[in-house]
């Protein structure tokens, strides 16, 4: 007899998956917020 998943389980999976999602967009955001805040040339010589 399989048993449903619990419905906190399910909440608890989506939100963690909201919580990396928003990270990662996040994270996308703040590196091409830095890189067009900064000349090119500096850009280039940090990499």
């Keep these: 007899m399989k048993r449903k998943p619990d ?7 989506i939100f963690g ?6 990270g990662y967009t996040q994270g ?3 590196q091409s ?7 090119i040339s500096h850009a280039q010589q940090q990499r």
């Design 17 to 22: 998956l909201g919580v990396v999602t928003t």
């Design 28 to 30: 996308l955001w703040e």
């Design 7 to 13: 419905i906190l389980w399910v909440l608890v999976l």
């Design 33 to 39: 917020d830095a890189t067009s805040a900064i000349p």
